[in-house]
């Protein structure tokens, strides 16, 4: 830890006493701090401010703008963040019910049923039951048809399950991932990067030039994101 006392030293001398008592003075951390830290521009101020923030460096994508974005949201909810880490660290494993972990296992072995956990109308998550499939993508619960579909199956540790709503015949998935972003309702924070790149090039930042290097990484980001919602389309 840093000695908050200097080591000039000032004598005092008492009357009849020669001798010498040295005196440390305290240093003004604060003023010399704040000497410190204006010799800093704007930008490297939000940067630091940043690093402490996430104790990492913002990525060299993000503009000024995207860093204070971030910084901002980290205030706004970062006590929350932090204490939900906390709740959940304090909580544990969750463990299965016996009788729930045997349908678990049956699961693995029944190759014309499915694990399905099924939320009814009534707001309520039944325990989780094997159904039989029919027609490879259909399943009859509570005497109503609803659909099986290979790409909406969920993985539960080394389980497979399904999860149905009453009230929808599709299965709960991330098959809407494209309707939830129409809706402007997506979670994902890549999405924010690949809109502000679009932007970019369809002149959201105007009159001042976009460098090279630049117009190379909005385009690597763009390509990425064709393929990966072009592949997500023909799962």
């Known amino acids: 830890m840093e000695n908050v006392f200097s080591k000039r030293t000032r004598k005092s001398k008492s009357v009849g006493n020669s001798n010498a008592v040295e005196i440390s003075e305290i ?18 101020k939000i940067h630091l401010v940043y690093k402490n923030l996430f104790k990492a460096k913002p990525d060299h994508v993000f503009n000024i703008d995207q860093i204070l974005n ?24 969750f463990k299965w019910p016996t009788k729930w972990k045997s349908v678990f296992k049956k699961s693995r072995k029944k190759r014309n049923q499915i694990l399905v956990w099924f ?14 499939i029919y027609s490879s993508n259909m399943v009859i619960i509570r005497n109503r048809p609803y659909q099986v579909d290979p790409r909406s199956f969920w993985r539960m540790g080394k389980y497979t399950c399904q999860i149905i709503k009453g009230i929808d015949r599709r299965p709960v998935s991330n098959l809407d991932y494209d309707e939830v972003r129409r809706r402007g309702d997506s979670t994902d924070s890549d999405e924010f990067l690949i809109k502000a790149a679009m932007q970019a090039i369809a002149g959201g930042v105007k009159k001042k030039p976009i ?10 980001i763009a390509a990425a994101a064709v393929i990966f919602f072009m592949s997500r389309g023909g799962a």
């Open 211 to 220: 460098d090279r290097k630049v117009i190379i990484i909005i385009g690597l």
């Open 119 to 132: 939320l009814n109308i009534k707001g309520e998550i039944e325990p989780p039951k094997l159904y039989p």
């Open 27 to 44: 240093k003004d951390l604060a003023k010399e701090y704040l000497h410190e830290i204006s010799k800093l521009s704007q930008n490297q």
């Open 70 to 93: 971030r910084i901002l949201y980290r205030i706004k909810f970062g006590k929350y963040i932090k204490d939900t880490k906390e709740v959940l660290k304090k909580q544990g494993n």
